[in-house]
């Protein structure tokens, strides 16, 4: 079955930087676009980023545009999100979401905070 | 494209039909789709393209609209129904938009 895991999240000081981390299992990850998506605490959802399957297009939302880089290793069955300048509004659960938003992980928790 | 949803919450009791409306701020076509959340739990879709019910998903979920206006209607209201529901545009693929949700609550 389809699973997608998250990992690399914690707390971190305003202007540093985290990698998260998505393993995918039980489908072919190289042929699908993936997305990041994050949730505020008590708020509502903010998509983040998508790569193609192959990683030859990236697309970014307005708030982290220039911050944030997504990636993948088609080989490792990895997706990536490298969050640079952090801010204290980034603090969220980050959640990796294969292509048709039909497969969600269980999400892993950022907190931007001094 | 910014999409708003009303009411922001809702009251409703077991067996209530429950309707949540979702305006997009130009034409999407049918690129709208609807999630439920619940708590703690990652979201998870129960209509695509404005009216198609996801595989899976019961009867008494249903979707319609087009263009600017759309509605997701729960005909009969079950206890595993309440949840926060968010619509979401896909017509500027690939940039993607959520409402802001709707959350359902017991009354």
């Known amino acids: 079955q389809v699973q997608l895991v998250e990992s690399g999240g914690g707390v971190v000081q305003p202007g540093r930087s985290l990698r998260l981390s998505c393993a995918a299992s039980g489908f072919i990850f190289s042929s699908y676009g993936m997305h990041w998506v994050r949730q505020a605490p008590g708020k509502g959802l903010e998509w983040v980023a998508i790569i193609w399957y192959d990683g030859g297009n990236k697309y970014y939302g307005d708030s982290v545009k220039g911050r944030f880089t997504i990636s993948r290793d088609n080989p490792k069955n990895t997706l990536y999100l490298q969050m640079n300048s952090l801010r204290v509004e980034d603090t969220a659960i980050y959640y990796c979401?294969?292509?048709?938003?039909?497969?969600w992980g269980q999400g892993t928790l950022v907190t931007v905070s001094s | 494209i910014q999409l708003t949803q009303s009411p922001s919450s809702l009251s409703a009791s077991v067996g209530d039909r429950v309707t949540i409306t979702c305006q997009a701020s130009?034409?999407?076509?049918?690129?709208l789709n609807w999630y439920q959340q619940k708590q703690g739990k990652a979201p998870k879709v129960v209509i695509y393209?404005?009216?198609t019910l996801e595989t899976g998903v019961p009867s008494r979920f249903s979707g319609s609209g087009s263009g600017t206006d759309f509605t997701l209607t729960i005909s009969s209201l079950q206890p595993e129904d309440y949840a926060t529901y968010y619509c979401?545009?896909?017509?500027?693929?690939?940039?993607?938009?959520f409402g802001q949700g709707t959350k359902l609550e017991i009354k």
């Open positions: 393209d404005a009216a």
């Open positions: 979401v294969r292509e048709d938003f039909d497969y």
């Open positions: 130009q034409d999407i076509s049918i690129n």
């Open positions: 979401q545009q896909s017509y500027s693929t690939p940039l993607y938009t």
